[in-house]
């Protein structure tokens, strides 16, 4: 230890990438070993692309679909994409009732092939009622990076006559983006009517239909 503070002590040219080109500068003997290739270090950008590639070699690609519908009740505004939209009439629900984010938590889950959203927060428990529903998505993504997963891309579609979504379009997008810790050109929000047909046309509620692309460890997971 003492030579190689010795060493970095004349060590005079740009900042080393390690300890043993230091030492090697200044004249001292430096063993090598063999070792994995898989342990080889990152320094240069080439390093990372190469590490990246290996990744991503082992990881296959997974999709999950969710579904979720709440009724209109009680007074607006209500929540939806994890921000809160104005409107006359609020939605039902355990929770906070956001159609867009149960969506997406639900086929997060299920690309990952861990249940659905009910099994993770019962909608019978206490606890959950009124809850955050940035909680349940957090807690989906956390599950799948947990296992090894990457997210890729999630896509929904929020299916009702009112409230318009357009307006608050960017808004959901960033904040779906900023839960699930990824880029919002990852996360795309579309919206449609059932042309006055069935409950949402009706204006009756809210449905909303989610996909998640994800990339899961290839020998996957229990």
């Known amino acids: 230890f003492q030579r190689l503070v010795e060493a970095y002590g004349g060590w005079t040219g740009t900042s080393p990438t390690d300890e043993s080109t230091v030492m090697r500068a200044a004249g001292l003997t430096v063993a090598g ?9 990152l320094t240069t950008t ?3 692309a190469r590490a990246e590639t290996l990744l991503h070699s082992r990881l296959v690609p997974r999709t999950g679909i969710g579904f979720d519908v709440h009724a209109f009740a009680g007074k607006g505004p209500i929540m939806m994409g994890g921000i809160e939209v104005p409107h006359e009439r609020g939605l039902a629900g355990h929770s906070d009732a956001d159609v867009v984010l149960h969506s997406i938590t639900d086929a997060l889950l299920g690309a990952a092939g861990l249940g659905d959203i009910g099994q993770h927060f019962p909608p019978g428990d206490p606890q959950w009622k009124g809850a955050d529903s940035s909680i349940f998505l957090s807690h989906a993504a956390e599950l799948v990076r947990g296992a090894g997963g990457t997210i890729d891309f999630v896509d929904c579609t929020v299916i009702c006559e009112s409230p318009k979504v357009g307006p608050h379009r960017e808004s959901m997008r960033a904040r779906v983006s900023e839960i699930l810790g990824i880029a919002t050109g990852s996360v795309s929000i579309k919206a449609t ?3 006055r047909l069935g409950f949402t046309g009706r204006r009756e509620g809210i449905a ?4 998640a692309n994800v990339r899961m ?5 229990s």
Request: charged residues 25%; without cysteine.
């Open 46 to 48: 080439a390093d990372w």
């Open 33 to 41: 070993v063999e070792g994995d290739t898989a342990l080889e270090k």
């Open 208 to 211: 909303a239909q989610a996909i």
């Open 217 to 221: 460890p290839s020998a996957g997971f």
């Open 193 to 195: 009517t059932t042309e």
